[in-house]
């Protein structure tokens, strides 16, 4: 997973496959992943070259975010 683009409150967030399938994202704001306030599913298709991307936004009213790649 990388980021990039990354503002006060937003980033984005992306990885490359080899074959098509599904990047499930979790943002947490401690280790436990107790707390997700933001979660999201995005394809990795041919169309995209494989490449599943997503913009996270309100990162800054949370603070200190991990994310989580599965």
């Known amino acids: 997973m990388q980021s990039g683009d ?3 409150d ?6 490359r496959a080899d074959r ?3 990047m499930r ?4 704001t401690t280790d436990s ?3 997700i306030p933001h979660g999201t599913f ?6 995209t070259d494989f490449t599943a ?4 936004e309100g990162c800054g009213r949370a603070g200190h975010l991990l994310p ?3």
Request: glycine share 0%; hydrophobic share 55%; aromatic share 10%.
């Open 20 to 22: 098509p399938s599904r």
């Open 6 to 8: 990354v503002s006060v």
């Open 10 to 15: 937003s980033a984005v967030l992306w990885a």
């Open 33 to 35: 992943f107790r707390d």
């Open 42 to 47: 995005v394809d990795a298709l041919p169309e």
């Open 25 to 28: 994202v979790e943002i947490a």
């Open 68 to 70: 989580h790649p599965f």
């Open 53 to 56: 991307k997503t913009l996270i």
